[in-house]
């Protein structure tokens, strides 16, 4: 049985923890700690370490998902947690002060990762702040050298969350499906 793992990373906020709940088949695992800072203004709780989650696929191959922390301040465990993956799912909040901003930001520190991999792009929050749009996310990324997949998604939506995994998923090997269809 193939075992493979992907690797949720975005700033506080992005629906990282949201996401994993929403796909995992199993009771996932979080390490969220009550918000003491700033981020307090835009959620009670933040993740410290991990998330962690699996996703079943046809043919008993097994997805784990790990998501990072968004705050910077635990960036320590985003190189930890990319070791042994096969691709990264970015999650941007459209309702933040500077959404390219932080999709620079990402794509940067996990640049390594990468270009050795593949990443997939999910804009949360589209239904609270429609702008930028997607349209406009594309023209930001031309010019980089990496051409993700990228699209709206609600990390409360399994239906959204899986479509984006399953998106990264074929950009590395068209053979591997969701069992869910
Ligand atoms: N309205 C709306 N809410 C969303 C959407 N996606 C996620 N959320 C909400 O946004 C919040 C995201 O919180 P988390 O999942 O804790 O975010 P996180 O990325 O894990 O944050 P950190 O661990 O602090 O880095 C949750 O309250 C979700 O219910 C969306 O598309 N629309
Ligand atoms: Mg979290």
């Known amino acids: 049985m193939s075992q493979y793992k992907i690797i949720f990373t975005g700033p506080v906020g992005a629906g990282k ?11 996932p ?19 410290v370490a991990m998330d962690y989650g699996v996703m079943n696929l046809a043919g008993g191959e097994k997805i784990h998902l790990y998501g ?4 910077e301040r635990f960036d320590f465990m985003w190189d930890i947690l990319t070791i042994g993956g096969i691709g990264l799912v970015l999650l941007l909040d459209n309702t933040r002060a500077d959404p390219f901003q932080d999709m620079k930001f990402f794509l940067d520190s996990f640049s390594k990762f990468i ?8 804009v949360t929050q589209m239904d609270i702040s429609t702008k930028p749009t997607i349209e406009e996310y594309h023209m930001q990324l031309q010019g980089m050298d990496i051409k993700p997949a990228i699209f709206a998604v609600d990390a409360r ?6 479509l984006l ?10 053979g591997l499906e969701d069992d869910d269809g």
């Open 68 to 71: 990072t922390p968004g705050q």
């Open 115 to 122: 270009g050795d991999t593949t990443v997939a792009i999910g």
């Open 29 to 47: 695992v979080k390490t969220d700690a009550a918000a003491s800072d700033m981020t307090k203004t835009r959620k009670a709780a933040t993740t």
């Open 157 to 162: 939506e399994k239906n959204d969350v899986s």
């Open 17 to 27: 923890t949201t996401a994993i709940h929403s796909i995992s088949d199993v009771p």
């Open 165 to 174: 995994v399953q998106a990264l998923l074929y950009s590395l090997d068209p």
